[in-house]
Structure formats: C-alpha cells, structure tokens
C-alpha cells in the first residue's frame, strides 16, 4: 500500500456524491443511529463492484454497452425514485431517536440501509471506477496479486465508511437546529429531492 493509493482514495471517498448526499440526508432526517446505518450500507454497496473488478467481470461490463446501459438506466430510476419520495415526504421530523414502537427503529434500518445498498449497487461507474483504479497500485505478475488486491479495496471501504460516518455524524449534530425550523426542513427535503434528480440526469448522460 502506498501514500499515493491512500491519498487517491480519500479523495474520491470525500467528495460529494449519491452515497454521501444519501448519508447526509439520513443523519438530518433520523439522527445519528441512521446515518451510521447509512454509512454501512454505502460501504456494503460497494462490494458488488470489488467483487466484480477483482473477478474480471467488470472488463465484459465495460465491453458490453447493453449490460452498462441497462444497469445505468436502473439506477438513473431508482435515484428518481428516491428524488420523488423525499419530495412527497411531508412527515415531521422528531429529535427523539427513540421515538415510536420497539419494532420501528428495527425497521428503520432495515429500510435505510437496503436504500444504501441499493444506491450504489445501481451504479454501474463504481465498477468501471475498480476495474480502472486498483490496477495502477497492483502489478499482476506480482506474488499475491489477488490477495492484495482485495486488500487494497478493503482499505477503501473501511475509508468510504469512516468518512461517510463523519458526514452522517455531523448532519446529525445539526439535527436538532433544523428540526425546529419547518422551512428549513422542506427546504432541505426539496435540497435533496432536486439533487437526487440533478445525479440521475448526470448518470444518464454519461456514455462511460
């Protein structure tokens, strides 16, 4: 592992896409617990596609424009999907984490983190993003490229985690300020809804 994979890594783990807004979002509209929950589900999204570009799948993905376009218009839905149910979401928020019967924050996050997972599994760029990135940093004729391989992708999830925790963990710090403001809270719903819109159309327009 060098300083330059880690550097690389923290900065496409740092910067602002669907798994962070997602996270975010979680942390503002359900507390810290979520957000938490949120972060994991990110980072178990991204296993589909480590599994794919360590097994080679990811090269007839990037060959095949039927198999690319086809997972790319699933998840340009299913960010549309998630811009239309924030959109509509006119519930209030509550500060109390605990609130609601014993069952509910189970069910909570159950739905959280499968909506996670779900995000970045539907993004075929994650698994053209492995298949491109973890071979500048292995050299295949190397003793244990495989082994180190994987684990280099394991250092980038523990990273996608803990970075997007610290993303979840603040918007929940800032909870309690934006639930006492109902403006602010359709606002952020709106925020949220028009950038899961504005992602989708940027997936949609991207050929590779």
Known sequence: MT????????VIVATPGTGVLYTLSAG???GTRASL???LGCTL????????????LAAVLNASAVAFQSLKLLGVAYLLFMAVRMWRDRSELVVDEG?????APVRSARQVIWSAILINILNPKLTIFFFAFLPQFVHPDQPGALAHMTM???????MTFVV?????????AVRSHVVSRPHLVRWMRRTFAGAFVALGVKLALTDR
């Open 152 to 158: 280099l992708s394991g250092v980038f999830m523990a």
């Open 45 to 56: 999204g991204i296993v589909p596609h480590m599994v794919a570009a360590i097994t080679g």
């Open 164 to 172: 997007f925790a610290i993303y979840g963990a603040f918007a929940a």
């Open 99 to 103: 609130a609601g019967s014993p069952g």
């Open 37 to 39: 929950v949120a972060a």
């Open 28 to 30: 503002l509209s359900r």
């Open 3 to 10: 300083l330059a994979f880690l550097l690389t890594s923290l």
